[in-house]
C-alpha cells in the first residue's frame, strides 16, 4: 500500500517551502489541494505536480475529496500527499486527515506557519505567546472567551482569524476593558509579494476591514 505525506507548504511564497516538503511531494502520485479560490497551494507547488494525478478542495466539498482519495486508493500502491498550507500541526484539521487515512502509513511534514511569520514580525517570542484559530474549529464564543483569559494572564495573542475578523476580536477585547490602545498587527498575504501589515491599535482596526485569513498579534505590555 502507498503512503500519505500531511506535507506542510508554508504560507504562500514558493521561497518557504522547505526540502522535506519537495521531497515528499515529488514521491507522490496524487495531489490533494485546495483551488486557487481558496488557497495559494496551486501556486506555491505549480512546478512539482506536473504528470501527477490532482484532486481540488475548497470550504463546500474538502471533507467529501479527502473521503473519496482516501476510499480510491486504499489498498493500492500510490503514495498521496495532502497538501496543507502552513504547517498541518496548527489549525489544519490534522485530527480530521488522520481519521480519514486511518487505513494508510501518513506521515506529517512539518512546514512554516504563518504564525511563526507573524510572530518575526512582531519581533515577539512564540513561548510568550498564545495561538488561537478561528478557523471553522469548535465553538467560536469559547475560543474568543479563552483569547481573553490568556491575554488577560499576559500571553500576546497570535491569531489566525476565518470566521471572526480582527476588527469583530478589537471590538470584543474592547467590550472587556481591554485598553482600546493596545498595540496590533494584522498581517495579510504573508511572505508574499502582496505582504501587508498593519500597525496600530484596537480602536484604530475595529472599524477597519482585513482579509479574512489575516493574521492578527495582540501584543501584552505585560511582556514588553
Not at 40 to 45: G, M, S, V, W
Not at 117 to 139: L, Q, V
Request: a negative charge.
Amino acid at each position: 500500500m502507498g503512503k500519505v505525506y500531511i506535507v506542510g507548504i508554508g504560507p504562500g511564497s514558493p521561497k518557504c517551502l522547505t526540502v522535506m516538503a519537495i521531497e515528499a511531494i515529488k514521491k507522490s502520485d496524487v495531489i490533494v489541494a485546495w483551488d486557487e479560490t481558496s488557497s495559494y497551494d496551486l501556486k506555491t507547488i505549480q512546478g512539482l505536480i506536473e504528470g501527477k494525478k490532482l484532486y481540488l478542495q475548497n470550504g463546500e466539498n474538502f471533507v467529501k475529496v479527502y473521503e473519496e482519495v482516501a476510499q480510491e486508493y486504499k489498498g493500492k500502491n500510490a503514495n498521496i500527499a495532502l497538501i496543507i498550507t502552513g504547517d498541518p500541526c496548527i489549525s489544519s484539521g490534522i485530527k480530521h486527515l488522520t481519521r480519514i487515512f486511518k487505513d494508510y502509513e501518513i506521515e506529517v511534514v512539518s512546514g512554516i506557519s504563518s504564525v511563526q511569520i507573524a510572530a518575526a514580525r512582531a519581533k515577539i517570542p512564540i513561548e510568550d505567546s498564545a495561538i488561537i484559530s478561528f478557523h471553522h474549529y469548535g465553538d467560536v464564543e469559547e475560543r474568543k472567551q479563552e483569547l481573553f483569559d490568556l491575554y488577560k494572564h499576559g500571553r500576546h495573542i497570535i491569531m489566525l482569524t476565518g470566521e471572526i475578523t480582527p476588527d469583530e476580536i478589537a471590538k470584543y477585547l474592547i467590550s472587556k476593558g481591554v485598553d482600546e490602545k493596545t498595540q496590533v498587527l494584522v498581517c495579510e498575504n504573508l511572505t508574499l509579494n502582496e505582504e501587508r501589515i498593519f500597525k496600530g491599535t484596537l480602536s484604530q482596526i475595529k472599524d477597519k476591514s482585513f482579509s479574512p485569513l489575516s493574521v492578527t498579534v495582540i501584543l501584552n505590555s505585560q511582556k514588553q
